[in-house]
């Protein structure tokens, strides 16, 4: 038939189905049900049905509904199909008419399962606007597949969708194998995007939602809530979970720089993606706030949990990034990797946690060509090789450029024992700075971090708390080192690198001095400091002065502070101090 292949309703008035099948049934719209009164005020009244085994050619293999209002409980959409290129809503398909939409809309309990379309929405396609109020209340959806987005759910653009105590899981599509939001998607109560009973992280063999592209549990274009606070505040306490992305976003992809994911409550647990992908919770390229919730055991080569683009921003002000794991042989970013390129991503952490996290490059955080600002909360407890709470990192291929490809400041919070990996070498225990990359401290406070190397038999610091790298230029013909691309690491106002007798939290230098923009308000010492060579050389600068430009010496600030850095002893028992000119010179004090 045209439309409704089981059952057609298209004049103005109530409809119950209550306690019936309807199956094996199919047509061109609605293989099952077509519900069209063309009436707001019509009702479509659904209970205890099972609607399976139905067949569209275009759109809604179960159930077609354009109008009037929807009440489905305890009823079964499961196992039907569309079968035309671009169609979607296997189990149910909601329409929108501007001049008469679905009214109101709610499925409690049941389940919208096993159903498959060659477009979007495996499960179920909401085209419902907001005063529908369109509600999805302990609904199972799962084992869906969709061609393109939303293996379970898709919500189209400037749509609406409330998902309460539903679980969505076990669902496949290319793009976001739970859910594709294009509109508004509120998820709260304990409703699970994926498996909360799995005990180990997803892989390419074992997951719950898949996407063979990006988002794993959900993919993101319009406005997602993870919880919501406002003057209906509604909390998740359950979250997203054991999903897998053959390529982005594991847990979540947050697709472009126009799409919002605000996180007030519920967890991203063990989610995952393939080698040398990104983001193994969350991949996101626009704007993502967190205010509490956890992201915690998911897994990432290059972002362990989450993978910021070069168009994204990611604000922290509360809930924890933890035990999350990138490649600890070459990836990095095992709680965050902020990315840049023609553009900047943008991390930024004034409250909450980062710890337990591990990778090569960045525990904590890796900023690559990214920008990092530390405003408060804690970076504590990762391991790296390279950076255990924060690496700053760039290309190499843009090492010659003038402009710092990687920056990072530090004006409150804490890093704190992070470190590299047991007897490995390891470079900068709370913050590693490449060549051509900047961090600037000007409050908060990196304590108690250890990075050792070993060499000829003994063990030696490398900059348990910073260390300021450098990249050596060769000779092309001779090999002969002709010079250095430094990094930048400047202190001022309130920082401070405390340290004790065993100077395990020092600043090593390699090629560059450490850098003074304000005069240091801690009236003791402020950091110990490891030289890169214990000699009197002209320009063996241990600190300078910089204006704003960082172009000039600015004397003042050295003389005034050069007293509060302390030298870590040379192994070889000779003296030495820091002068007035911030200068290394021998000491006259035995």
Known sequence: SEFGGGVYASSKGNLTISNTEISYNSSKSGGGLYFAPNDEDSILSISGSDISHNTSANSGGGLYITSGKLSAENSDFNYNTTTSANSGGGGVYVAYDSSCPVKSFSIEGGSISENSVQGSGGGIVLNTIQAANPELLGVTISGNVAGENGGGLSVSTGKYAYIKDSVIAANKASFGGGIYNAGKCYIYGNSVIGNRSVLTVATGESYSNYA?????????????????????????????????????????????????????????????VAEQKGGGAVYNAGIFEMTDGELEENNGDLGGAVYVSSTGSFSMSGGKIKNNLSSISSGGGGGVLVAGGSSTGFFEITGGEISGNKGCFGGGIWCYNGNVQIKGGKIYNNNASYGGGLCLYTNQTYFQTSAYLATASMEGGEISLNSGFDGENAF????????????????????????????????????????????????????????????????????????DSTYSNDIKLTAAPIYISSNLTNTSSVAC???????????????????????????????????????????????WEIDSDGKLKASSTP
Request: charged share 10%; no cysteine; hydrophobic share 35%.
């Open 212 to 272: 063979s592209s990006s988002g794993g549990g959900i993919a993101n274009a319009g406005n997602l809530f993870l919880g919501y606070k406002g003057s209906d505040e509604m909390t998740l306490s359950g979250g997203v979970y054991g999903n897998y992305a053959a390529n982005t976003g594991g847990g979540i992809i947050n697709a472009s720089s126009s799409a919002k994911i605000s996180m007030a409550s519920g967890y991203i647990n063990l989610n995952s």
């Open 428 to 499: 900068g225990g709370g913050v590693y700075i490449e060549a051509n990359t900047k961090f600037s401290m000007t409050g908060g406070i990196i304590k108690d971090n250890t990075a050792r190397v070993s060499s000829s038999g003994s063990t030696y610091s490398s900059g348990g708390a910073v260390y300021v790298g450098a990249q050596g230029v060769y000779n092309e013909t001779s090999g002969e080192l002709e010079s250095y691309i430094t990094s930048h690491f400047e202190m001022g106002d309130a920082a401070y690198i405390p340290f």
């Open 529 to 575: 400091v490891t030289p890169a060579a214990y000699a009197e050389l002209t320009a063996n600068f241990i600190l300078y002065g910089t204006d704003f430009n960082e172009t000039t010496n600015v004397s003042e600030l050295v003389s005034s502070n050069y007293q509060k850095f302390t030298l870590v002893p040379d192994p070889a028992l000779s003296n």
